[in-house]
């Protein structure tokens, strides 16, 4: 079970390998589309190394409520329990 | 009077050079690209043919980490390339967009591919069988599209006239002047970033070129693998890698005072409609045809043509007929042309080869240098021709070379180039 300091700094990881953001632009308050840039295609990719890194499953209707960095650590620390 | 359709770029990434320059150095040297193949699928599926020629990889400051995931081998290749060309043709920014000289709705793309995106098709088959489909990744419908490298080249260069995609096995990089110059004279654009890629070196592929006997099997001496025009060739090595050339309209380099390496003053296509792998030979036969369009769209005659850079693959079947074609569609003003095979160093690139071979003989125009055909130990006496085995000098004054590409299904493509 990861914390979600810890689930912040895993999605960040997974953010930067994605998208070459640095880590440091991925904080809670941030919107996926709007702040950081990041498309669907990038979204999917995103959500679906989440899933692997902290076996947890994302359904793909959930993923359009993903809108901040927060609801998804909300999200994944929630699905982990 | 149609446009004149001129080279101001050039880009090249293959096995024999990590850029135009290595390659070019290597084609004179006599250098090959072939090695044997270290992958440890070569020993997992025990493979007849254990020999390739495998590319450098784009530098990070050309291809970035982020991009590269996004993109097939193929596309990374292409990029790369084109990447070379556009900045060997002095465009003042990095794209249509921040440079003033070239409207970006003015600037097309026409780059071809043999096959696409195999190798993101086939990982993500063993992904989709080990993982399931939940783990493909969203991008691999255009990773592995054919026309993905033309896309990624105008997204990279903000070429918005047009984005095509030819695709005729391993004419496909020939095909692509072919394209780039009557997109050019019809007016459509003023500048085409044209070229081709492959990165197509796998278990798969190798298999089945194998299962049609087209690969040579001289896995013991790799670098002696590819000899067009041998005696004791035994079929083509594969290879990887992408050329690129900007082509401008006369006009529009001279406007903006950009070097201008050759004319494309001519090209031909033809499709033979007669088998398919096997080549058309005679009078009539496509290459010919190709030939002799080509000749005739760039108002050539077969003495001005003094270089050749045959397609001559290496195998068995293919390497007497186009000897036959160059002798139909030139008569005896083929024995004053210097003829070089460079896939005897750089391996086969299918449908990056063409791209690559236009660029070596524009180089051959502009150093007056013919470069070489290494293994040609023992000419088939059925190939009458003058076959350049070490890089030799050719004449001064007004000349054309030309680069010709035959590919399976019957398509031929002939690109000429005229010095200036």
């Not at chain 2, 090695?35 to 495998?54: C, F, K, M, N, S």
């Not at chain 2, 691999?140 to 695709?167: D, Q, W, Y």
Request: charged content about 25%; proline content about 5%.
């Amino acid at each position: 079970m990861a914390s979600k300091e810890e689930i912040l700094a895993g999605l960040a990881e997974i953010v930067n390998e994605e998208t070459g953001l640095e880590t440091d632009a991925v904080q809670l308050d941030k919107s996926f589309t709007e702040d950081l840039d990041i498309d669907s295609i990038s979204m999917m990719t995103i959500v679906v190394n989440a899933e692997e890194k902290f076996d947890v499953t994302i359904p793909d209707e959930e993923v359009k409520n993903l809108k901040t960095v927060e609801d998804a650590v909300n999200f994944i620390d929630n699905a982990q329990a | 009077m149609s446009r004149k359709v001129v080279v101001t770029g050039l880009g090249a990434i293959t096995p024999i050079g990590e850029n135009v320059q290595e390659t070019w150095k290597s084609a004179l040297q006599g250098v090959s690209g072939v090695r044997a193949l270290e992958q440890d699928w070569v020993r997992t599926y025990d493979l007849p043919v254990r020999i390739g020629a495998l590319s450098p990889q784009p530098a990070e400051d050309v291809v970035s980490r982020v991009q590269a995931k996004r993109l097939d081998p193929s596309g990374q290749l292409s990029v790369a390339a084109a990447r070379e060309a556009w900045t060997d043709a002095g465009f003042s920014g990095r794209d249509a967009d921040t440079s003033d000289e070239v409207d970006p709705t003015r600037l097309g793309v026409a780059f071809g591919t043999g096959i696409g995106g195999v190798w993101t098709l086939l990982d993500a088959w063993d992904t989709m069988r080990e993982k399931g489909p939940r783990r493909v990744k969203p991008m691999t419908v255009p990773m592995l599209m054919p026309n993905g490298n033309a896309s990624s080249v105008s997204m990279e260069f903000k070429a918005r006239a047009c984005a095509i995609t030819p695709v005729s096995a391993c004419a496909s990089g020939t095909e692509a002047f072919y394209q780039g110059l009557h997109l050019i004279r019809s007016g459509k654009a003023d500048v085409v970033i044209v070229g081709g890629a492959e990165s197509a070196i796998h278990p798969i592929t190798i298999a089945a070129f194998n299962s049609m006997q087209a690969l040579s099997r001289r896995n013991d001496e790799p670098e002696r693998a590819s000899r067009p025009f041998d005696v004791d060739r035994d079929g083509f090595v594969m290879g990887e890698g992408a050329g690129a050339v900007i082509l401008e309209s006369e006009e529009h380099a001279r406007a903006r005072g950009a070097r201008v390496y050759a004319e494309l003053a001519g090209a031909g296509l033809s499709a033979d409609a007669h088998h398919i792998t096997a080549p058309a030979t005679g009078d009539e036969g496509g290459p010919a045809r190709a030939l002799r369009e080509a000749m005739e769209s760039g108002d050539i005659a077969p003495e001005d043509i003094k270089h050749v850079n045959a397609h001559a693959t290496s195998t068995p079947v293919g390497d007497v007929p186009e000897a036959g074609a160059l002798r139909a569609a030139f008569g005896d003003a083929v024995d004053q042309m210097a003829v070089s095979a460079t896939k005897s160093m750089t391996g086969h690139l299918l449908g990056g080869s063409g791209a690559v071979e236009g660029v070596l003989a524009v180089l051959a125009l502009t150093e007056r240098t013919a470069p070489c055909t290494i293994n040609l130990e023992n000419q088939d006496p059925r190939i009458d021709l003058d076959v350049v085995t070490t890089a030799r000098d050719l004449p001064s004054g007004d000349m054309v070379a030309i680069s010709n590409s035959f590919g399976f299904g019957g398509h031929n493509s002939v690109a000429a180039f005229r010095s200036v």
